[in-house]
């Protein structure tokens, strides 16, 4: 979608004031909805990525309403959710926006028993230690029922992702510990 489409699309869902200059960027329509928020509730991977593309912040909160995007995308159940979230969490949308009640998105993830959405999450860095306003961590949210599946393979993931912050970690620092193509073979000088 190009900024054009975007621009048109926009004005078509009640957004008058929208324009990409900063005056107009944050606008909202009549339902208080911010360009951001309406693209979310739409599934509009194109349209997210047409709205990057004009510096939005993504990681302001009053560039989205009283609901944290993210968090309505989560709970959705549409097949586009995964997509969204990696639109947004790509612009540096907080991974842990909290809703009312102090969840994040993968607690509410894993109440629903989405193990693929859980697995993402934390694939993208959620804090998966997070506790709610009742005292529940994220795994305290998975149902009885769903823990013989979701549990291990969020271990998994989590194993996963540990290892691969460190490896990370340990290529970066060998750039300046070690020679990170190998041992260098010193010659004699004659």
Same mark, same amino acid.
Not at 99 to 120: G, I, P, R, V
């Given at each position: ?6 621009? %048109? ?20 329509? &009549? ?27 993504? +990681? ?9 995007? %993210?968090? /309505?995308? =989560? /709970?959705?159940? +549409? ?24 969840? +994040? ?5 894993? %109440?629903?028993?989405? &193990? ?9 860095? =959620? ?13 305290? /949210? ?43 073979? /010193?010659?004699?000088?004659?």
């Amino acid at each position: 979608m190009t900024l054009f489409e975007l621009h %048109s699309y926009l004005k078509q869902a009640g957004f008058d004031r929208w324009g990409v200059s900063s005056a107009r960027l944050y606008s909202t329509n &009549k339902d208080g909805q911010t360009a951001l928020d309406f693209l979310c509730s739409e599934f509009s991977v194109k349209g997210l990525k047409a709205l990057s593309a004009t510096n939005y912040q993504f +990681n302001i909160e009053d560039t989205y309403s009283h609901k944290v995007p %993210s968090l /309505t995308v =989560i /709970t959705s159940g +549409n097949s586009l959710a995964l997509d969204v979230l990696e639109v947004l969490y790509d612009n540096k949308f907080p991974i842990n926006a909290q809703d009312e009640n102090k969840n +994040n998105a993968l607690h509410l993830a894993n %109440s629903l028993a989405l &193990k693929q959405e859980s697995q993402f999450l934390i694939s993208y860095g =959620i804090d998966y230690l997070a506790i709610n306003s009742e005292g529940k961590n994220t795994f305290d /949210t998975i149902p009885i029922a769903a823990e013989r599946f979701m549990v291990p393979a969020i271990n998994k993931t989590i194993k996963a992702y540990k290892k691969s912050s460190v490896s990370s970690l340990g290529t970066f620092s060998s750039l300046f510990h070690s020679n990170p193509v190998g041992k260098l073979k /010193t010659r004699k000088l004659k």
